[in-house]
Each structure stands twice: as structure tokens, then as C-alpha cells.
T-cell receptor, first 113, second 115 residues
Framework: EAAVTQSPRNKVAVTGGKVTLSCNQT?????MYWYRQDTGHGLRLIHY???????EKGDIPDGYKASRPSQENFSLILELATPSQTSVYFC????????????FGEGSKLTVL | AQKVTQTQTSISVVEKTTVTMDCVYE???????LFWYKQTASGEIVFLIR??????ENATVGHYSLNFQKPKSSIGLIITATQIEDSAVYFC????????????FGKGTHLHVLP
């Protein structure tokens, strides 16, 4: 069974602070993704990666950085958090056969005060 | 532009009936994959069913099936004999061929199954 785990599951940050959301997958998938979910917007792609050392911008990358130090780990970094980044963030992984089927983590709820 | 549109924000149905959720997509690719995912009340997002664009047969998994109308760029999700536990948010998604790493989601449809 696919396994994608995120940490922290809940985070309260202050405006201007640095936030790092971490994601680990044990599926040996090449592709990993970060999405945010907001009411009325569905799932929007922030960054993705097709292998260790790679990061690519998604549809809404502004204010976010990503890091893929290994096959298993993919982090989302908010260097200067803002209240508009309050959201639920989902990490996902997908295989190289890449029909596009994704396996999602449990989500991380971030509140920026 | 590549885009996925779900116009139904919310649908309510009575248990044991059939429901169809609509989804239209935009892509210039001749080959692509289409998906439906389910998000439960706990927030968990799980894959339900997939349609490959080059296949004419509609995909079916359990009580989920798809109505794939390629000329209309439409991929509807049909749930037959709905159950209370089908209440969830359903997302339509597309993976185009020109960017095989990018998966695009619609905004979701909230299904309420009533007793």
C-alpha cells in the first residue's frame, strides 16, 4: 500500500516567520507534488519534482520554495510566511509508469497569524 | 491552456439512487489521462478511477463508472446505488501528455447522500 506521510499535521506560524512542511514517501516513486487546498479553489499545484535534486514550479509557486534532497523526501518552504498562505497543504507521490495516479498524504493545516 | 472544470459545487441525492458528476477538461494533447479522486470528511484523498484518452470503453470500478465523451472533452463520474459513505468531495483531474509530471485538478463537487 502506498505510503505518504506529512509533518507537521498542524502548524501555527507568525507572519514573517519561516515554515517548512515535510513529506516522506515509501513508494519509491520518482514524482512528488505539493498542492494547497482552499475553499472554492480545489487543489492547486505549488511545486513538483520528478526526482532527487529536481524541483519545478507549478501553477502558484510565488512565496514558496521546494527541496527534494532524496527520492523519499520533498519539502515545501515558506521563507516569509504571510496570512494568505493559511491553507491545507497536501503532498502526493506518483510512479514512473506515470499514468498520473497520485497517492496523497494526510494533509498539513497551516495557520499564519 | 490546460484546465479542468467542475461546475457542480454541491449535489444532494437520496441513498440507493444513481448520481452523475460532471467534468470538462481542456487540452491540446492528443493523449492524456483523466481521473476521479474522493476526499472524505477526514480529509483523506484517495484515487477512485482512471480513463485513458485512447480507450473507447468507459472505465468501471465497483459502483463507480465513467461517461467519457471525447468530442465534448467530458468525463462524468457515475455512482450507482449510492450509500451514505459516498458522501464526500469528488475531484476530477487530468494528466496531459506534453507535461507528464503535471496533474491538474478541478475545484471539486461536494456530494451529500441522504437517508
Amino acid at each position: 500500500e502506498a505510503a505518504v506521510t506529512q509533518s507537521p499535521r498542524n502548524k501555527v506560524a507568525v507572519t514573517g516567520g519561516k515554515v517548512t512542511l515535510s513529506c516522506n514517501q515509501t513508494n519509491n516513486h520518482n514524482n512528488m507534488y505539493w498542492y494547497r487546498q482552499d475553499t472554492g479553489h480545489g487543489l492547486r499545484l505549488i511545486h513538483y519534482s520528478y526526482g532527487a535534486g529536481s524541483t519545478e514550479k507549478g501553477d502558484i509557486p510565488d512565496g514558496y520554495k521546494a527541496s527534494r534532497p532524496s527520492q523519499e523526501n520533498f519539502s515545501l518552504i515558506l521563507e516569509l510566511a504571510t496570512p494568505s498562505q493559511t491553507s491545507v497543504y497536501f503532498c502526493a507521490s506518483g510512479g514512473t509508469e506515470n499514468t498520473g495516479q497520485l497517492y496523497f498524504g494526510e494533509g498539513s493545516k497551516l495557520t499564519v497569524l | 491552456a490546460q484546465k479542468v472544470t467542475q461546475t457542480q459545487t454541491s449535489i444532494s441525492v437520496v441513498e440507493k439512487t444513481t448520481v452523475t458528476m460532471d467534468c470538462v477538461y481542456e487540452t491540446r494533447d492528443s493523449s492524456y489521462f483523466l481521473f476521479w479522486y474522493k476526499q472524505t470528511a477526514s480529509g483523506e484523498i484517495v484515487f477512485l478511477i482512471r480513463q485513458d484518452s485512447y480507450k473507447k470503453e468507459n472505465a468501471t470500478v465497483g459502483h463507480y463508472s465513467l461517461n467519457f465523451q471525447k468530442p465534448k472533452s467530458s468525463i462524468g463520474l457515475i455512482i450507482t446505488a449510492t450509500q451514505i459513505e459516498d458522501s464526500a468531495v469528488y475531484f476530477c483531474a487530468m494528466r496531459p501528455d506534453t507535461n507528464a509530471y503535471k496533474v491538474i485538478f478541478g475545484k471539486g463537487t461536494h456530494l451529500h447522500v441522504l437517508p
